[in-house]
């Protein structure tokens, strides 16, 4: 279960919807029922997330993982507003670029005999696009370096052991949470004054800045308390955008490295989504300036409306996430001693696995999807997006708040590398088998020969 976790999870499945075992003093039960599976992640009042055992000393009970209940409720409605339409329309251009220019990258370096490997390349893209995103597409490089290797160096802390004394891995990573959150204060404090100043909201802290700063007047001219409740402390902003940047890295960076492979191993899906997409600039692109037309840029990702017309790279990313769930189970422990089944009541401290994986592909599960181990986006264009058994973003009070930014990446991505390049495996025998790191890749993280796309006249003018 430590050393060689993945194949220990699908072993265990075969116990059937409820088994247990024990680590280190500590009662674990899996659940591979669907129901099951639910009910742990929408009973907040009886389980709570448990991430590692690091994981508290590192983000501290100020990040979001952490809070619960009406705290955690309250926080939600306050940070709905940063994922609206508008607000994904503001991130879609920045999301695009960062893409678009790690793809023609890729395609450079294989061009000068370097390796690429899609899981690398794609933690590269994912810790660009959420520090142009969440914190300020302008930051100087010395500063995005700087962030770049606290995160690193605090994802470690999750993964280790919990040991901590001065030069241990958790340690450096509480000590690197300590310096990223100070580089993040001055960041929170400059977009304040930026939407103080009436600026135009560039990223996701502007937006929440610019909430902000009107519920504050709202405030200041309304006697009544409740007009100042979504009024945050900064201590609560950098904490939450700390909690952001964690969210959106290792899930993303797994879900891009199954694309570029799930797409190679599929040339009818590739075909259809690169069809769709030429067909889509092409219309487009007619109603574009000679000068837009020579931008480096694919104009039908950074319109909401026009990138919303691509129904089946939408389904295809469905799909992605469906086959291969980045987290396929998210630990929680039992706050109360909770009945989960006829002949079994879940005692209180109990850390359970739920499993997301036996959700999405185990066809003895509670009768979910046809054929579920075979990678098929079809699947989605009846609305089955919407069916119990999908549980990639988990369900209930914690349900993923960036689950449409998540997806717009991936997309962003699979229509992009569809768009520009030709890619094949070099994988080599093995190299394809699932590890957990804690989200799923490949051994080998997927090494590719990557080159231009050549593409007919008619789809070239973009």
Request: glycine share 4%; net charge negative.
């Amino acid at each position: 279960m430590i050393l060689d976790p993945f194949p220990f999870y699908l072993k265990q499945a075969e116990y059937g919807p409820l088994s247990w075992t024990s680590v280190a003093g500590l009662f674990i039960v899996f659940t591979t029922k669907t129901e099951l599976t639910r009910q742990v992640f929408t009973e907040a009042g009886n389980f709570r997330p448990w991430l590692s055992l690091g994981a508290e000393r590192i983000l501290t009970k100020k990040a979001i993982p952490f809070i619960f209940g009406d705290p955690h409720k309250a926080l939600r409605n306050v940070l709905l507003p940063l994922f609206t339409p508008r607000a994904l329309s503001v991130y879609l251009p920045l999301q695009e670029k960062v893409v678009r220019s790690h793809v023609k990258q890729m395609i450079q370096d294989y061009k000068e005999g370097k390796d690429v490997i899609v899981r690398y390349r794609s933690r590269d893209i994912n810790i660009e696009i959420s520090i142009n995103v969440f914190l300020s597409p302008t930051l100087p490089k010395e500063t995005r370096e700087l962030i770049a290797k606290h995160y690193f160096a605090m994802n470690e802390g999750f993964l280790c052991f919990p040991i901590y004394f001065p030069g241990t891995t958790l340690w450096k990573a509480v000590r690197a949470r300590e310096q990223l959150v100070e580089i993040l204060r001055q960041i929170v404090r400059d977009s304040r004054e930026r939407m103080l100043n009436g600026e135009t909201p560039a990223c996701l802290l502007d937006i929440w800045q610019e909430n902000n700063i009107k519920r504050e007047k709202e405030g200041a001219d309304n006697p009544n308390p409740d007009a100042t409740m979504d009024v945050l402390p900064e201590d609560t902003i950098i904490f939450t955008t700390l909690s952001f940047l964690f969210a959106s890295q290792d899930a993303t960076t797994s879900a891009l490295t199954y694309a570029a492979e799930l797409l190679i191993k599929h040339p009818s899906v590739l075909e259809r989504v690169r069809a769709e997409q030429d067909e889509i600039n092409a219309r487009v692109n007619a109603q574009l300036t000679p000068e837009q037309l020579k931008e480096d840029k694919l104009y039908s990702l950074l319109d909401l409306s026009h990138f919303k017309e691509a129904k089946y790279r939408r389904q295809v990313v469905q799909e992605i996430l469906r086959f291969r769930p980045p987290a396929t189970m998210v630990p929680h422990v039992a706050i109360e001693d909770t009945q989960m089944t006829d002949g079994f009541v879940c005692p209180r401290g109990t850390v359970l696995l739920p499993s997301i994986w036996d959700a999405q592909l185990n066809e003895q599960t509670d009768k979910g999807y046809v054929s579920p181990t075979e990678f098929n986006p079809d699947r989605f264009a009846d609305g089955e997006a919407s069916n119990k058994h999908f549980l990639a973003f988990g369900a209930g009070p914690h349900l993923c708040l960036g689950r449409e930014y998540a997806k717009n990446v991936i997309e962003i991505f699979v229509s992009t590398l569809a768009d520009l390049a030709e890619w094949e495996s070099l994988s080599k025998p093995g190299g394809d088998e699932i590890i957990f790191m804690p989200t799923i890749i490949p051994k080998d993280g997927f090494p590719i020969k990557i080159t231009n796309r050549v593409k007919t006249t008619a789809v070239t003018a973009h």
